[in-house]
């Protein structure tokens, strides 16, 4: 039986609630942290449990929180960011759904550890729902003394508020987030030697972490470091993860599963396989920002070191599953379609070059495609590491993916002179295209 | 003109803010609630509460796709476009949808009852193809559950707004 660390108190059709969580040690850590704990000790359990950050870049958060010793005083900010609007990804909402006050508690223990005043929860229009849901506990965890002035009858006060955005992806970026919740345009703002948690919301020390990766700390805190780490299947890895599961399987879902699962377990166990008539062809392995990910790779482990070995990423662990009859030219323009639009537009490799790739495989794509579009098109992908932030680097992923697993699908569609494909039943009562051969 | 109720409410939390600044979007949906969209008026009266420009607001009110600058529909249905749904249906259900209407992808059906748009990624790929309708899940879609969808909200008398 797996451990479980972010699902424990799963009700499946409900949100746990405050006495649930409670029941289950809920609150524990916090009451333990401030009571024995100093800020800085906190910061070096999550250092020494060897999480990393679970919105997609995966930067190690013990290091991030330890960098705001010796920032300036005054108020400090804590932005649990659950704008998760990663084509495939869905975690975050599954999880404040299934335990609020987990990912509460983590935002309150992140908060005392970095001496934040202030808590700005980011929620994306789509998970309206859950901003009201949030709200309702912010609630109960107030008149029960987990948030507000002298929490638990510590000297440390902390509260939490709801920002709702309203929409575009952009948001997600840290810096523009930032700028989100000050009300300025949010295109995604660096400057030079100078990070958020130096400078971020009104020019304070702001930390930015996934909602995901705040719900491990409790864990961390109350179970010691050692024990998160080890709960990992592989000695690189630590903790659980949040796996969603999408595309051409029978069950798919958000699962918990220790990190390091390989790849072909969580889709044939926890996914069930794929679909009747399905064959696995590719899959994203972490959202629409990585790399096509073929079958003779899937016995990776799903964690960060395992998968840069053999040249992916981790992302977001949301594993978008293709089956044999989709057509990868046609799913990567649907792909660099959602990257063009939610550009920001602020610098020219972004707001031109993703448009001029999928202009390249849309004549690929409709059988007018051209020998030396190949070379174009990874040479264009390649130079996006040019752009301003993380966002065209990410949109070129599954680009480089394409030409580098499945050159011989794009090369199909030079020879025939049009995509191998075609229109058929999806199931549902939908068309489908599907591919001949 | 903003009713003094709304008004009122407006003013006390801005002038509670530390960051007036920040509560800019929820302005703008208060005032998009009210009006139906976010029309010339509604902005001008966001820019002269926060007192900002309403340069200032435009630009934030054209960045984001959940804040409308042109009438819409007492349901506006955000059809999710991403890489999962398109998968399962590649476009047809926003196709079957518009059709189904008669209006095209970022059209309002002549009596005023819906809205189509077409939208990135919604985060429920796993009830894909998936639609919000003025941000209510709905999916897995089939024709048959659009049908009786669109015919159940037709005939709801009162608004249902979680988001819009």
Known sequence: MTEKVLFLNQKFDRPATLEEYRENGGYGALALALE??????????????????????GFPTGRKWLSFAGRKQGPRYVVPNTDEMEPGTFKDRVLVN??????????????????????????????????????????????????????????????????????????????AQVRAIQGYRPNPRKMPGLHLTERGLWDQPTLVNNAETLACIPAIVSRGPQWFKKIARTPS????????????????????????TPLREIIEQEAGGMLPGSEFKACLPGGASTRFLPKKQWEVPMDFESLKKIGHQLGTSSIIVFDHNTCLVAATINLLNFFVRESCGWCTPCRDGLPFMRHLLLEIEHGRGKEEYIPMLRSMAGQMRHAYCAFAPGAAEPVLGLLEYFEDEVREHLSRGKCPCRFSDAGGGFRRKQCLT | MLPEEIRH????????????????????????????????????EVAELLQLTPLEVEELATFYDFIYRRPVGRFVLHVCDGVVCW??????????????????????????????????CVGYCDHAPAMLINGKLYGPLTPEFIDRTLEELRSISCDLVLCR
Request: hydrophobic letters at 40%; charged letters at 20%.
């Open chain 1, 237 to 260: 890895g630590a903790g659980t993860k949040l796996f969603c599961v999408s595309g051409r399987v029978v069950r798919p879902g958000c699962y918990e599963l220790p990190m390091g």
């Open chain 2, 9 to 44: 409410r407006l003013e006390t939390r801005i002038a509670a803010s530390a960051h007036p600044r920040e509560l800019v979007v929820d302005v703008m949906y208060e005032l998009q609630n009210h009006y139906g969209f976010l029309n010339d008026v509604a902005l001008r």
């Open chain 1, 36 to 57: 024995k704990y100093a800020p800085g000790q906190v910061c070096d359990l999550v250092a020494e449990s060897g999480l990393r950050g679970r919105g997609g870049a």
């Open chain 1, 98 to 175: 299934c335990d609020p006050h987990l990912v509460l508690e983590g935002i309150i223990l992140a908060a005392y550890a970095i001496q934040a005043d202030q808590g700005i929860f980011f929620i994306r229009p789509s998970y309206e729902q859950d901003a009201q849901l949030i709200e309702g506990e912010l609630n109960r965890a107030r008149e029960a003394g987990y948030l507000g002035k002298n929490i638990l009858g510590s000297d440390f006060s902390f509260d939490i508020e709801v920002h709702r955005s309203a929409g575009r992806y952009i948001c997600g970026e840290a810096s």
């Open chain 2, 87 to 120: 998968m399962f249906e590649e476009q047809s259900a926003l196709d079957y949808i518009c059709k189904l209407l008669g209006v095209a992808p970022g059209e309002t059906t002549p009596d005023g009852q819906f809205t189509v748009l077409p939208t990135v």
